[in-house]
Every structure is written in structure tokens, then in C-alpha cells.
């Protein structure tokens, strides 16, 4: 286990806890600012997976993620701003 | 290599631990605004030191091409969902305003002193009155039509309406244009003019007289 699979394991469990919780307490703005944060968390972690295990076609996931996550984070904000 | 390795390490530990304080940041603190305050380092900068630290681990550039790339576009659309989930929530804050506003002049309403609605509050009663001002001419000009819409609004107003109608319709025969504000002054102006136009006609007479005696 390199330094890049320890990165992305501290991360997954230092970085995505504190967002599931945010996602699931308080409003729903609230709620979408953890959901934002964990997309960005998560993209982080599938590039120092792919570093990690050395296989950099892995790193298309993480190009997928960051600009779904975008556009979903997006339509939330746009949603909520609409009907909340 | 070793020196680019720990180069490498350091970049990475400082974006994790960027992205880790903001997340702990983001959970910590109250409130939506205070939330994004914090979410917005882990895009913009945790992301960009952890694609720097992979752009110099990697030992050819175009190799690290997808990763930076990736990182740009976490660097580039973070602040776009921050300032548009920011306007939803300012959105969200006028709405409950707006709510709590409503809700309170429900029960002050007699007060009516509010500074925060003095524009259009103050403007609404003066049109009001010009437009009951314009009312008492209007019901004499339109007629009953009017009269029924307008019960509801001011009793006593109507009840004088009322009378200066039975008096308008006694006396629309010989009005039939529309300058009978009030018809017993303007038969008063008439019985005036008629009185002055005696008058003057005195005064011809009199002028008459006194011409009499000039050429006489």
C-alpha cells in the first residue's frame, strides 16, 4: 500500500463521513452543500485509486464523476432555488 | 526522483488535508452560508495541491494529462455550484422573509407604521383617496353602475352618493351631459348667473341710462 492508497483511504473515511452526516441533518440547502462537498471528495479519491493502482485508464471515472457531479449539484440548486 | 517523490507527498498531504479540515468545517458549522464558506476550499484548492502533487509524481506530463484535467474541472465548476447554491439559499431567506412579513401586518394592520413597506403602503391610501376623489365624480358621471361595486367600501360615502343620486335622478331630465357634480349649486350658479346676467342686463340698462344723457 503506497502513499497514494493511504491518501485516498484517510479521504474516504476523514472526508465522506463528515459529508454523509451533513447530507443527512438540517434543511435541504444544507443538505445539497454536503452532497457538493462529497462529489468533490469522491472524485479525489477514484484519482489517488487510479495513482495508487497505477492503471490511469481508472481516471476516467473520476473525469465522469466531477462533471456529473457538477451538473446534478446544478440542477439541485437550481430546483431548490425554484421550490424550496 | 526522490526529491520530486517527497514534493509529490507534501502537495498531497496538504490538499488532504485541505479537503479533510473543510469537511470537518463544513459538518461543525451552522447555517447554509457558513456550509458553502467552507465547501468552497475543498474544490478549489485541496483539489488543485492533490492534482499537483499527481502532476509531479508523474514523470511525463501527458501522462498526468487526464488528472490535471480532471482537477480543472473540479477547480472551474466548484465556484459555479457554490454561488448557485448560494442564491438558492439567499432565495430560500428572502421567501421565509417574505412569510414572516406576511404573517405580522396580519395583526398590526390598523398600526399601519412599518418602515420596511413605507413606499408602497403610503403610496396605496393617497391613490386611494384620489381615486374616491375621482369616485364621488364618477358615480354622478357613470351613473348606477358603479353604485353597487362601490357599497362595500365606505357606507357613509355611499349614503351620500345615494342622496345626491335620488337628487341626480330627479334632476337627469334636464341634465343629460355629464357636468352635474352637484346639481342644486349648479341650479344655485345658474339661478346666480341668471341673477348677474339681470344684473348686467341692469347694468346695460343703467349703462343705457347713463349713455342716454351723453348724446342726449
Redesign the interface.
Known amino acids: 500500500m503506497n502513499?497514494?492508497l493511504w491518501?485516498a483511504t484517510?479521504?474516504a473515511v476523514?472526508?465522506?463521513?463528515?459529508?454523509l452526516?451533513?447530507t443527512v441533518r438540517?434543511?435541504a440547502?444544507?443538505r445539497?452543500?454536503?452532497l457538493?462537498?462529497a462529489g468533490?471528495?469522491a472524485?479525489?479519491v477514484l484519482?489517488?485509486l487510479?495513482?495508487g493502482f497505477g492503471r490511469?485508464s481508472y481516471?476516467?471515472l473520476?473525469?465522469v464523476l466531477?462533471?456529473l457531479s457538477?451538473a446534478g449539484?446544478?440542477v439541485f440548486?437550481?430546483f431548490?432555488?425554484?421550490w424550496? | 526522483m526522490t526529491v520530486r517523490h517527497i514534493i509529490a507527498l507534501v502537495l498531497l498531504v496538504a490538499g488532504v488535508t485541505v479537503i479533510v479540515l473543510s469537511c470537518l468545517g463544513v459538518l461543525v458549522v451552522p447555517g447554509a452560508y457558513q456550509k458553502l464558506h467552507f465547501a468552497a476550499p475543498a474544490s478549489s484548492l485541496g483539489g488543485v495541491l492533490v492534482g499537483a502533487g499527481l502532476a509531479v509524481e508523474a514523470a511525463v506530463f501527458t501522462s498526468a494529462f487526464k488528472d490535471v484535467f480532471t482537477v480543472l474541472v473540479l477547480a472551474v465548476t466548484g465556484p459555479v455550484v457554490t454561488t448557485a447554491t448560494a442564491r438558492a439559499v439567499r432565495a430560500r431567506d428572502q421567501r421565509q422573509d417574505v412569510q414572516r412579513r406576511d404573517d405580522r401586518p396580519g395583526e398590526d394592520r390598523p398600526g399601519e407604521d412599518r418602515p420596511g413597506e413605507a413606499g408602497p403602503t403610503e403610496g396605496r391610501p393617497t391613490e386611494g383617496r384620489h381615486i374616491e376623489g375621482r369616485h364621488i365624480e364618477g358615480r354622478h358621471i357613470e351613473g348606477r353602475h358603479i353604485e353597487g361595486r362601490h357599497s362595500d367600501d365606505r357606507h357613509s360615502d355611499d349614503r351620500h352618493s345615494d342622496d345626491r343620486h335620488s337628487d341626480d335622478r330627479h334632476s337627469d331630465d334636464r341634465h343629460s351631459d355629464d357636468r352635474h357634480s352637484d346639481d342644486r349649486h349648479s341650479d344655485d350658479r345658474h339661478s346666480d348667473d341668471r341673477h348677474s346676467d339681470d344684473r348686467h342686463s341692469d347694468d346695460r340698462h343703467s349703462d343705457d341710462r347713463h349713455s342716454e344723457p351723453g348724446p342726449g
Not at chain 1, 476523514?14 to 459529508?19: N, T
Open positions: 502513499a497514494w491518501a484517510v479521504l476523514a472526508g465522506l463521513a463528515p459529508c452526516v451533513v438540517s434543511g440547502l444544507e445539497l452543500v454536503g457538493e462537498l468533490v471528495v472524485t479525489v484519482l489517488l487510479a495513482q490511469s481516471v476516467d473520476a473525469l466531477a462533471l457538477f449539484s446544478l440548486a437550481r431548490l432555488q425554484r424550496v
